[in-house]
């Protein structure tokens, strides 16, 4: 780490070593709006001496037994939880969640990625058979791929970096990772635990800039035949075509448009206090948020009357102050481009009955030029609008009323995403019936954002390619051989 006036500067992590850029790019605190850190502005040069040395250190780390390997997650686990409040506060001011978020939900989940993988590496079979008339017995064997190329995005970064940093090393492989631009502390502060965690240098490198620079050099380089990425449709697709001459293993976590579908039988109060959560947690940053919500026209009134006045209750405030639901959103850009979609609503007719134009936010002073908006409520768009089509990625939602079941799942599936769905009823053959008709990678009945991290993660449609958790996740970090022995 080094200090400039008093700023924040960071440095890639290659080789096992801290090395510096020539280049930076500004990072701000979202909280006030002020540049508080420099990030690498890195490029070809530094993602070519990344791979390097990740190839370097691939045969000796794909030569450890899972075990070995595993024993390394866990202490690097430890030493997140031990260092768990520093990395907490750090996450909360780089991203502009809720210290409350952060300790509960961002970092928590960063240590036990590593744990849970260090256990599940473990537990893997392979496919066996005997072919008597010939003579011969058959099985497979499960390799790791190589050099690892992770893109994580900047709605929970070391949550979701970890997630793909922990199965990659698992398995065997060595990775290049690269953070985004806007939200890079911690995954620096981690490697500072590297070297006390027993990681070899070259095993974990982290080149930090932007998507166009550092992130195309590592998707585009000959010697990483895998990339597993989260982040926006747009984003994947420039993926796709760079990697399609390599003919690389893609694994690509995108947008959704996630519909709630609430039928008349719901248990109301639980369902709206569940669909409040799901719609604005973490300022609606989370890309299984819920932004169209479907109620049965006989409850209609009655449940956005309560969701309303609950929506109100959602407070947006500094991310320091523990009563605060909601932080800022990432950047300026962001913050205007969440309102250009409100705006949008208005001009097309719709109901703002809360939230943004609507609710004046009460901000501290050294807070008044961070990037708030308040939990939004919209009713009254169609649903070609571009607010029901287009993934808004922040505190905004938009509620209609449906008539039969039919209609109701029609119009869940009326979008090109198709990452998650949330189902409120008591009636059991229905919820089974419409959870299968949905089109989406994840349907919750009755809850939300409740995982199992050995079952599938990701979407359909434009929503992703592949699917990522305990199985998928070892299948995707390996390449299969089969084995043929004539006896």
Request: hydrophobic residues 40%; glycine residues 8%; contains cysteine.
């Amino acid at each position: 780490m080094q200090k400039n006036s008093a700023n924040l500067v960071l440095e890639n992590f290659i080789g096992g070593k801290f090395v510096s850029c020539q280049q930076h790019i500004d990072s701000y605190d979202p909280s006030t709006g002020e540049v508080y850190c420099k990030v690498p502005d890195s490029g070809k040069e530094e993602v070519d001496a990344a791979v390097a040395a990740a190839k370097n250190a691939f045969p000796e780390w794909s030569a450890r037994s899972p075990q070995q390997r595993a024993d390394v997650l866990n202490k690097l686990a430890d030493l997140i939880e031990a260092d768990m409040e520093e990395f907490v506060q750090a996450e909360s001011r780089d991203q502009g969640k809720t210290i409350i978020f952060a300790r509960t939900v961002d970092i928590p989940r960063a240590a036990y990625n590593f744990r849970f993988f260090a256990s599940s590496v473990l537990h893997h079979t392979t496919d066996c058979s005997h072919m008597d008339h010939t003579g011969c017995l058959n099985y497979t064997v499960r390799c790791p791929v190589g050099v690892a190329g992770l893109i994580s995005p900047w709605n929970l970064p070391l949550y979701l970096l970890t997630w793909k940093i922990a199965p990659a090393i698992a398995t065997g492989n060595t990775v290049v990772a690269k953070p985004s631009e806007m939200t890079s502390v911690t995954a620096w502060m981690m490697c500072k635990l590297m070297q006390r965690a027993g990681v070899p240098p070259g095993v974990v490198n982290i080149v930090f800039g932007t998507g166009p620079k550092a992130g195309d050099a590592l998707v585009g380089h000959p010697d990483v035949p895998l990339i597993s990425f989260t982040g926006s449709t747009k984003t994947a697709q420039r993926i796709t075509e760079r990697s399609a001459p390599f003919c690389k293993k893609l694994s690509l976590e995108l947008g959704g448009k996630n519909p709630a579908i609430i039928f008349a039988d719901a248990d109301l109060d639980k369902c709206i206090e569940t669909t409040v959560r799901s719609s604005f947690s973490n300022q609606g940053e989370i890309c299984l948020c819920t932004s169209r919500i479907y109620v049965e026209r006989s409850i209609y009134a009655q449940f956005l009357e309560k969701f309303v006045a609950a929506t109100k209750k959602w407070k947006t405030g500094s991310p320091s102050d523990p009563s605060n639901h909601n932080g800022a959103l990432i950047s300026k850009e962001h913050l205007e481009k969440v309102r250009s979609f409100v705006a949008l609503a208005k001009s097309e007719g719709g109901v703002i009955h809360c939230g943004e134009g609507v609710d004046k936010l009460d901000l501290p002073e050294s807070n008044k030029s961070g990037f708030f908006m308040p939990a939004t409520v919209i009713t009254g768009i169609s649903d070609t609008s571009d607010i029901m089509q287009e993934e808004i990625f922040g505190p905004v939602t938009c509620i209609s009323p449906f008539d039969t079941e039919e209609e109701a799942v029609s119009r869940g599936n009326g979008v090109r995403y198709g990452l998650a769905a949330t189902v409120w009823s008591r009636d059991v053959g229905r919820v089974h019936r419409v959870a299968q008709r949905l089109q989406a990678g994840l349907v919750w009945t009755n809850c939300w954002l409740v995982r199992d991290l050995n079952l599938p993660f990701g979407g359909m449609k434009n929503s992703g390619v592949g699917r990522e958790g305990g199985k998928d996740s070892y299948h995707f970090f390996t390449e299969v051989k089969s084995i043929t022995i004539k006896h």
